[in-house]
């Protein structure tokens, strides 16, 4: 038999929200998607994951409301909604903590707050203008030391440089040539 997914007998809202975003990989797809992934291919490619594994995972994201499914060009693009840039405080929380407790192969990712040039502490607030400032108003860059877990794909090659946080990949890639 199966292992379900829903948590009926658990009546609480951190049981709901695990409904939505408590499955392996949905995390990963939604950070992806705060540094401006939105074609299937990038996601599947990026994260190494299958196409039915995704294909639910967005599925799941699309119904909750935490992504819309729009078309670009012919190829459908999966975008954040206001429900789901709600997630980046539990994300970059959780990032933060994995830096903090547990052991990688990879620099941490730093991020700045675009408006001031400067780095966001551990709880997210710009110590320069006293801000705790939104995805949409943040650059990401890689930081310091050397990433062992060296990734070729297309994603990996543009987050190698800063990079607004939510500004397509598309976007990035069409500006560096890629």
Known sequence: MALGTGYDQQGCYLARALEVVG??????????CFYGVRRFTDLREHLDISRAV????????????????EDSGGHPEYLLTETGRALWPTIFSLAKWGERHTRGAHPARIFSH????T????????????????????????????NAMRRT????????????????????ADSTGW
């Open 153 to 172: 794909d297309r994603v990996a090659r543009i987050l190698e440089e800063p990079h607004r946080m939510l500004t397509p990949i598309g976007a990035a």
């Open 54 to 69: 995704l294909t639910d995972r967005l599925d799941t994201l699309v119904h909750a409301g935490v992504l819309t499914r």
């Open 23 to 32: 499955e392996r990989w949905t995390l990963l797809i939604l950070r992806d």
């Open 119 to 146: 780095d966001i502490d551990d709880f997210g607030r710009c110590h320069a203008c006293g801000q705790t400032p939104g995805p949409e108003d943040l650059v990401v860059r890689p930081g310091p030391g050397t």
């Open 114 to 117: 675009a408006a001031c040039d």
